[in-house]
């Protein structure tokens, strides 16, 4: 299976969101971006739809096909839900407008649906089929053929409307180019049959050709014959069922529509008995579409527009023989998943990984994208997901950690809010302001601090400030802190280290440098007295000591200034 999805890896964020919404999680966690699972991906498109970055994107073949209206003739078959994605009436304006990007005609892909109608008639009159599902959808048709192969007895054993359509265009144009339309990104990977099929673009991507062309779609006047065609009401739910010009006896008709009520469906096949069920992947149908161009477009809007198109008798361009002869049997193969059924305890093991070491511990709240903890761990044996995408365990370990570094630091820790609110502390800090509780409800809590200013100044100026030091009274402390301003937060973290102990012992060698100044200024009196009184007797100078001891003086004075 080719690529159909295009991923830009640094806008992935790892929400998740996308596993969330994959109806068979057919998507890999890997180095913390989403991959497709190429083997389990049905192509439904939901994941495109919700990224919340845009980072999954259908792949473009706008250059392939450019290319081939380049190269030769080329047709177009156009779904018929186009009436409900452009502002157009009338079939005539989708061709004119195809025809100025190059393409030599365009057909409705509905013709291809009425012999699909056909062959479904033709079926359900044998009574051979208990149930009957329709074979339309390409997604639901992958769906089946990988993980209902219970139900595959049912399904149809008949070319989509597309297909059938190719078919019908390549024998009667064996040297034109087949171009497919519409509003799926199944198609792409249905459509890639060589030689039958040459490109698929999307309701997007022709949308795109029109714009760089300048192409206005507009209705023009009809003079072609009508030609009535119930098939056209495929794109809406219900719409294969009123396509038949008469339905069969003995079986109850239902439509289904949305992946979820698809599998909820799927699930119980055999348990129903007589039913003819018209199943697509997309809500509301073929105009739910992944890749329509009016995404507002709801239900009964886009059923009335497909109604009144098929009312209006729009013309179906056909432009050659009816299809007498046409093989349009295609019967499904089961597509083998190579998966691993990993026994309980290898289950249990992975469980334990994330701390659920009894059922009570399972919370299966669904945040890693996995409706269950068991089918999540199921998918970590697999390798499609990571043991750590268990949110609410990895965010109870970083709390831990984190409330750990806090509870051990040998730093008072403060985080002060853009309010001036404590928004955590730890027990150092606490200790320090000699603060036993904080009441995160009061006008202010820096009471305690003297320094408020400069909480203040960082906070409102949003910068840092480093080391200050404060002391503490409640608590004769000496301190020395730091604030970081925090900019992705609009928050203040203050650091804190209690000094006392040095502060005292400065202050103790302040003390004792004084005390020494004070011994030496005495020595220096008694000692001039002396040397005075030898002096007078010996009639030497005393110039050598008193030079000496003035020297030690100095020395003293001058280290107690640099303190």
């Not at 402390?477 to 609009?490: L, M, P, V, W």
């Amino acid at each position: 299976m080719s690529d159909y999805l295009d991923f830009k890896e640094a806008q992935c964020m790892n929400c998740y969101k996308c596993l969330k919404e994959c109806p068979v999680k057919a998507i890999r966690i890997q180095d913390n971006q989403a991959r497709i699972i190429k083997e389990r991906c049905i192509l439904c498109g939901r994941c495109t739809n919700v990224c919340p970055q845009n980072a999954k994107s259908v792949h473009s073949d706008i250059n392939k096909v450019k290319r081939l209206l380049n190269s030769g003739p080329v047709i177009a078959s156009v779904a018929p839900s186009f009436i409900t994605n452009f502002n157009i009436h009338t079939f005539q304006a989708m061709e004119n407008a195809l025809k100025q990007l190059g393409f030599v005609m365009a057909e409705e892909t509905a013709r291809g649906a009425m012999e699909v109608t056909k062959k479904y008639e033709e079926l359900l009159k044998t009574k051979q089929y208990r149930n009957f599902i329709t074979s339309c959808c390409p997604s639901v048709n992958r769906m089946i053929t990988l993980y209902y192969p219970e139900a595959l007895k049912y399904l149809a054993p008949v070319d989509s409307p597309v297909i059938a359509h190719a078919k019908m265009l390549k024998k009667e144009y064996p040297d034109h180019k087949i171009v497919f339309i519409g509003p799926c990104i199944a198609k792409k990977w249905e459509c890639d049959i060589p030689g039958l099929i040459d490109g698929v673009l999307t309701f997007e991507e022709i949308s795109v050709l029109f714009e760089e062309k300048l192409i206005d779609l507009e209705d023009t006047e009809n003079n072609m014959q009508s030609g009535f065609n119930k098939a056209r009401y495929y794109p809406i739910s219900t719409g294969i069922i009123k396509s038949f010009e008469e339905l069969a006896d003995g079986y109850e008709y239902i439509a289904v529509d949305g992946t979820d009520r698809c599998m909820e469906v799927l699930e119980e096949i055999d348990s129903l008995d007589h039913v003819f069920l018209e199943i697509n992947a997309c809500p509301s149908a073929c105009i739910g579409g992944p890749c329509r161009i009016n995404m507002t477009n709801n239900k009964v809007t886009g059923d009335a527009k497909i109604r009144q198109y098929v009312r209006d008798n729009a013309p179906l361009s056909v432009s050659s023989p009816d299809a007498e002869g046409l093989d349009i049997h295609h019967e499904f193969a089961r597509k083998e998943l190579a998966v691993k059924n990993p026994t309980e305890e290898e289950i249990r093991a992975v469980l334990a990984k994330t701390g659920k070491y009894k059922p009570s511990d399972e919370l299966n709240c669904g945040a890693c994208g996995y409706n269950t903890c068991r089918e999540k761990a199921w998918a970590v044996i697999n390798g499609f997901a990571d043991v750590r995408m268990c949110v609410p365990y990895m965010r109870e370990r970083a709390e831990s950690v984190s409330s750990q570094i806090m509870t051990h630091s040998p730093y008072g820790t403060i985080v002060v809010d853009h309010d001036f609110q404590i928004v955590d502390i730890n027990k150092k800090a606490k200790d320090i302001l000699g603060i036993s509780i904080v009441h995160k409800n009061e006008d202010t809590i820096f009471i305690h601090l003297s320094e408020v200013e400069d909480i203040m100044d960082a906070i409102i100026n949003k910068k840092n400030i480093l080391n200050r030091q404060m002391y503490v009274p409640a608590t004769k402390i000496h301190a020395e802190y730091s604030i970081s301003y925090i900019r992705e937060y609009d928050m203040c973290l203050i650091v804190m280290k209690d000094v006392t102990e040095r502060v005292n012992y400065d202050s103790k060698l302040q003390e004792v440098k004084l005390e020494a100044l004070s011994i030496t200024d005495d020595v220096i009196r008694k000692q001039m007295l002396v040397a005075q009184q030898i002096a007078s007797l010996l009639g030497e100078t005393t110039a050598e000591t008193k030079v000496a001891l003035v020297n030690l003086k100095k020395t003293l004075d001058d280290g107690d200034k640099t303190v």
